[in-house]
Every structure is written in C-alpha cells, then in structure tokens.
Antibody
C-alpha cells in the first residue's frame, strides 16, 4: 500500500487550494478514504471521509461547508478541495485508508500517506 | 462530542522497562479504540484497533487493553525504536484523538 499526497503550499487567507492523494498497492475502488490533519507541533484531527464509491461523504465540524472531498476511482486518487481557507487550517494533511468501505464514519485508519503541508498565511 | 484524554503527557524510561500509557474517554465507547505511533516527521502508524487487536507486523511487545471509558497501551520491554508519540483514537462516533504521549529513552 502506498499513499502519496501532493498539492500543498502557501496560500493566502480566504483563498482556495486542492490537495491530492495517489493510491497504489490495493484495490482503491473498494475502500473508503480519509483526510486527517496535524497543525505544527499539535495533535491529529480528522477532516473528512469519502466512501468507496463516492456516494457518502462526511466532514469534521471545523471544515464543514468549506472543504469538499472527492475521488476518481479510474485514477486511484482522492482529493480535498479547500475553500475560504483560514490561518487555523495550516497543517500537514494526511490521506489515510479506511479498513473497509468507508460507508460509516466511525472507523479507524489502517494506512497513512507521508502528508503534504498547507500553510495559510498572508 | 467524545473527548479523549491521555496520560501522561510524556514519559522517560530505560531500555527494557515496561511502559504504560492510559487513554480515557468522557463517555463509554465499548472497545472502539485504536492506537497509533508517530515518529518525528513521519506519518502515524496503526498499532492496535478494537482496543486490543494487534495490527499485522506490529511487535508483540506492544499490547492494549480496556473497554468502556479506560484503555491502556503497554510496551512490555521498551526498545530504542519505540521512541515516538503515541495517540489513542476513538471510533465510537466521529473519529477523535487523544492529545498524544511522547515516549523517550532515559
């Protein structure tokens, strides 16, 4: 299993950014996928989940209405579109694999990517 | 929201020592608990799920117990490669993490 995030960078408050996660080594279309973030020097915060088929999406309260998770099973890739970014969104964003289909949000994360750093600053 | 509290915040122990980290939930979560290890600059790694089920490839010196509101992660004989921050995570509802416990070698 390999998960490789990309797309991070420096962005101004209020602007948008999309990060991606390319998956390999497993049947991507069969598993739910998550985004989890970690602010510098801080703990872990779950951000979003998308089910294996993209029909179910769940979001953490701090990003609801601003972030959108999506996936392209033909490209084995999951995305996180981040709008109206705030300074408090500054973090390393990890994609993580669900152990099953991802149709329920109450789950754990069995594989993680190396993360991509998003810095929101003027 | 379910709040997870870990203790201690950090600990220092010698190689070969038995180390225990506690994770408490502010309401019952059955056995819906996972533990992760994170080394500096690296992604978290799953160690246990279902409170006590060892993930494939994780050394057997690591174990977990608990149910309801109190859980423990134990390293039976601390090794240098165990230096890391450990996080508990409940999945009884929307996933939530403890604040982490940093383990160092004395």
């Amino acid at each position: 299993v390999q998960l490789v995030e990309s797309g991070g960078g420096v962005v101004q408050p209020g602007r948008s950014l999309r990060v991606s996660c390319a998956a390999s080594g497993f049947s991507f279309r069969s598993y739910g996928m998550h985004w989890v973030r970690q602010a510098p020097g801080k703990g872990l915060e779950w951000v979003a989940l998308i089910s294996y088929d993209g029909t179910k999406k769940y979001y953490g309260d701090s990003v609801k209405g601003r972030f959108t998770i999506s996936r392209d099973n033909a490209k084995n890739t999951v995305y996180l579109e981040m709008n109206s970014l705030k300074t408090e969104d500054t973090a390393v964003y990890y994609c993580a694999k669900d152990p099953v289909g991802g149709v329920v949000v109450a789950t754990w994360f069995d594989k993680w990517g190396q993360g991509t750093l998003v810095t929101v600053s003027s | 929201d379910i709040q997870m509290t870990q203790s201690p915040f950090s600990l220092s122990a010698s190689v070969g020592d038995r180390v225990t980290i506690t994770c408490r939930a502010n309401q019952g979560i059955s056995n819906s608990l996972a533990w992760y290890q994170q080394k500096p600059g690296k992604a978290p790694k799953l160690l246990l799920f279902g409170a006590s089920r060892l993930e494939s490839g994780v050394p057997s010196r690591i174990s977990g117990t608990g149910s309801g509101t109190e859980f423990t992660l134990t390293i039976s004989s601390l090794q240098p490669e165990d230096c890391a921050t450990y996080y508990c995570q409940q999945y009884y509802s929307t996933p939530g993490f403890g604040q982490g416990t940093k383990v160092e070698i004395k």
